[in-house]
């Protein structure tokens, strides 16, 4: 008994003395940047992104626009995306439907979610095969999604969730539901509001009275596991002072030993600094050499848009495939949904994280807590260069992975192969049905490892030639249910 009293004194102030001597973080991007990235963030490599606000009501810009920029597209006369947009086609809208006297703080009244079910939202998100979800908190037009009182600061109007519209916090529930359902739940954050009358004449009130007191707000409230800040790019962090407000999120807030950040909190910083890298519809260089994430929707906005037809969605295969290849170079897919004003998924948004679920349910071991392989991909033969975006247009359509893979264009390699690896194995996932056999290029497994098919249960016959192993592929059998979005095979390390 003595000894076993000893022992628990011993953990208890070796305990004790580990949380004294945690690490403090200083007010600077060399000591925040030495805080390492949670291991969750990287090992989930799929998430949902959430882009819902008053913009939700009149739901509607260009096809190849985002409507979240509904407000800034309107009062500036200026647009930009795809497809050659007109400038003018927001306003010219917004007289027609909403009248001349029309503003867009109306639109705050107008957005009621009067079917939002959270609940409903996080059973469709595990189902996909998701492991976090990010619900935008606040967008670049001010509008919070919780009751705070910061979002009225020199607005004299009620501008949240609580007071006008829905009449109720739309986050608490949110995050309940999402942790509920085994899911890491995270909120975006805009730094800056294009309209608030201290950020528009550049007054440092506009950081020290509303940006820092309402992200604290926000962040005691619903103590999130990641924070997606955004809207950093006018200004330099001498006048964000985003490193101090980081400083204190590592140090003292509820969330501080778990949080994931990531790169946008001053004009330069991507890339740069932060807990993660970011990109958005892969207008950016793709391989980072720390854990990134790539944004994109479904379609080519954020903010649901009326004006999406089907060919503007992207296909479940187009989205598997972008899976792949983004995990094959270490980062992670969060992939956008845009609620209607009244909390409904689209259709056809629900249909396609059902199908990304289904194949992951197979396939998922390949996906789920991998890390890059020596390489990436194995090409064939030919031109690997490509242009992702076209002339003229602003975003990555998502028709560019079938062009890479499938669809081979005159001239150009195609990615035969994905490579990710674990601990146990490595994996190269196929785009599309093999055939007979594949010939996997510079592997030699050790003799008697185990190559199978996932989804499939039987050992696969191989042998080595040279530097490569020839895989033997059997017939295809509809019995197995495979999907045929891609096809993974594990090779025992």
Not at 98 to 124: N, V
Not at 314 to 325: P, S
Not at 431 to 439: D, E, F, L, R
Request: net charge neutral; proline share 5%.
């Amino acid at each position: 008994m003595r000894q076993l009293f000893l022992t628990l004194i011993f953990c208890i102030l070796t305990g004790a003395t580990a949380l004294l001597a945690q690490k403090k973080y200083e007010a600077n991007w060399e000591s925040l940047d030495s805080r390492p990235t949670p291991d969750w963030f990287a090992n989930s490599k799929f998430g949902i992104f959430i882009h819902w606000g008053p913009y939700s009501v009149p739901a509607w810009s260009p096809a190849g626009t985002y409507t979240e920029w509904y407000q800034q597209w309107w009062y500036s006369h200026s647009i930009f995306g795809n497809n050659n947009p007109d400038k003018d086609a927001i306003p010219n809208l917004q007289k027609k439907v909403y009248g001349e006297e029309s503003s867009y703080y109306d639109f705050g009244k107008m957005f009621k979610a009067e079917l939002y079910d959270p609940t409903e939202w996080a059973e469709l998100f595990k189902n996909s095969g998701a492991k976090y979800v990010i619900l935008t908190s606040k967008h670049h037009d001010g509008f919070t999604l919780w009751p705070n009182e910061h979002a009225q600061n020199a607005r004299f109007f009620k501008w949240n969730a609580k007071e006008v519209g829905p009449r109720q916090d739309l986050i608490e529930p949110f995050m309940y539901a999402i942790r509920g359902a085994g899911l890491k739940a995270g909120l975006y954050y805009s730094l800056y509001e294009w309209y608030h009358p201290w950020y528009r004449i550049g007054s440092e009130k506009f950081v020290t009275d509303h940006y820092h007191p309402q992200f604290k707000d926000l962040v005691n409230k619903y103590k999130p596991d990641l924070i997606y800040a955004d809207g950093e790019w006018e200004k330099k962090d001498d006048y964000w002072k985003s490193n101090e407000l980081i400083q204190w999120l590592f140090n003292e807030s509820p969330c501080k030993d778990y949080v994931v950040i990531n790169d946008r909190w001053f004009n330069g910083c991507r890339h740069k600094h932060g807990g993660y890298y970011t990109t958005e519809y892969m207008r950016e260089q793709l391989d980072l050499p720390k854990a990134w994430e790539e944004i994109r929707g479904i379609g080519l906005s954020f903010g649901y848009n009326r004006d999406e037809d089907l060919e503007d969605y992207a296909t479940a295969k187009e989205l598997v495939l972008m899976l792949c290849d983004i995990v094959s170079m270490g980062g992670n897919l969060c992939l956008n949904v845009g609620p209607s004003a009244d909390g409904k998924i689209p259709v056809i948004q629900q249909q396609r994280l059902m199908e990304i679920g289904s194949w992951l349910k197979v396939n998922g071991e390949a996906i789920y807590g991998s890390r890059k392989y020596k390489t990436s991909w194995q090409w064939s033969k030919g031109n690997r260069n490509f242009k992702l975006i076209k002339d003229g247009d602003s975003y990555t359509t998502a028709d560019y992975i079938l062009k890479q893979t499938i669809h081979q264009q005159p001239g150009k390699a195609v990615k035969e192969l994905f490579f990710t690896q674990n601990d146990e194995a490595i994996y190269a996932t196929m785009p599309k049905w093999p055939g007979a056999k594949v010939i996997i290029k510079d592997m030699k497994p050790k003799p008697g490892k185990k190559i199978t098919l996932l989804g499939v249960d039987q050992e696969l016959n191989w042998k080595q030639k040279e530097s490569n192993i020839e895989v033997e592929i059997p017939a295809y059998n509809p019995e197995w249910g495979l999907s045929d979005y891609a096809y993974t095979l594990k090779i025992e390390k």
